[in-house]
């Protein structure tokens, strides 16, 4: 009996041989434009997101120590006041003149906020600010202590107080709403690299321990002048590319008060009486030894 050789089925598409498809010249151009986009798409999505819903900053100075260092970033939500009001605490970017601060908002519309025995009262309630330094006191820079917010405005104070051109300094001390650029989220530090949150952060009213507030004590107009610059023009290559905003350097001086005016105008009055004298004793001694 003779076996039977297996016959082997073959697949009609095996026996097609395999062809390079051949691409034409739209199809190329297709497919450079899809690569493209979805190269493009990401840096047009992240160009949009920071141009139009959040702001990044570099600061400069030392004015917010020690939320702030040095060459600290910051990003900030452009819209964040589009739907609610400004609060007692945040960090805000603001416009001046042709750039850009940040300082920490003290009074809203409505407030009194003075300025006290080194700390700060917000209708005449003293109030204690978790986020500053220990050692550092809030004293005027003008010799005014005392404002009253209008509608619409803001008082602000930098956290580094004795190295801030603030509220206290400025001829017009209130923020308008409308220069608000964004509410400060978070900080980034780069020697070291660290991050910081700010959204948590507010003013704690206190009812005890600290001086109570005197009424009497308030000066409502400046009596000195504190010198001082916030001015930064933004660099116009960064500004090209994407929004970074550097933030206003602060350089303040001390104001000269009458009372030290008046002890230097004394001293110096005092100074040329005895000068004087002397002159006068010395032209006496003189004359007596030409008669004797």
């Known amino acids: 009996m003779k076996k039977e ?3 082997h089925s073959t697949d009609a598409s095996s026996s097609q041989k395999y062809t390079i498809p051949i691409v034409t010249e739209k199809e190329a151009r297709i497919r450079i434009i899809k690569d ?4 493009m798409l990401p840096i047009l999505l992240l160009l949009v997101i920071f141009r139009f819903f959040f702001m990044i900053g570099l600061v400069p100075s030392e004015s917010m120590y020690p939320l702030m260092t ?5 990003i900030a939500n452009r819209i ?11 960090v805000i970017i603001f416009r001046n003149g042709s750039s850009y601060m940040t300082k920490r908002i003290i009074g809203i519309p409505g407030d009194k906020v003075s300025i006290q025995n080194g700390i700060v009262y917000i209708n005449e309630q003293p109030v204690t600010e978790s986020y500053l330094s220990p050692d550092v006191h809030t004293l ?3 010799g005014r202590n005392y404002f009253e917010v209008p509608d619409s405005s803001y008082f602000v104070l930098g956290d580094n107080r004795e190295h801030s051109y603030d509220s206290r300094a400025w001829d017009d001390p209130y923020v308008p709403i409308d220069h608000i650029a964004g509410k400060v989220l978070c900080v980034f530090s780069l020697h070291p690299v660290s991050y910081r949150g700010v959204t948590e952060i507010a003013i704690e009213p206190i009812h005890s321990g600290a001086p109570a ?8 107009e400046a009596t000195g002048t504190a010198a001082g610059t916030d001015s930064l023009t933004p660099d116009p290559n960064s500004a090209a590319t994407l929004p970074v905003e550097t933030i206003a350097p602060e350089d303040v001086t001390e104001p000269v008060t009458e009372e030290e005016t008046s002890e230097e105008t004394s001293e110096e009055a005092s ?6 004298e002397e002159s006068s004793a010395d032209s006496e001694t003189d004359s007596t ?3 004797e």
Do not use: H
């Not at 040095?70 to 910051?74: E, L, P, Q, V």
């Not at 964040?80 to 945040?90: K, L, N, V």
């Not at 100074?271 to 004087?276: C, F, L, V």
């Open 5 to 7: 050789k297996p016959t």
């Open 36 to 39: 493209f986009l979805i190269f």
């Open 70 to 74: 040095t060459d600290s970033a910051i």
């Open 80 to 90: 964040a006041y589009d739907f609610t009001e400004p609060s007692r605490g945040d």
């Open 140 to 142: 005027p820079l003008n």
């Open 213 to 220: 507030y005197d009424p009497d004590n308030i000066v409502t």
């Open 271 to 276: 100074g040329e009486t005895a000068a004087a």
């Open 289 to 291: 030894a030409e008669t």
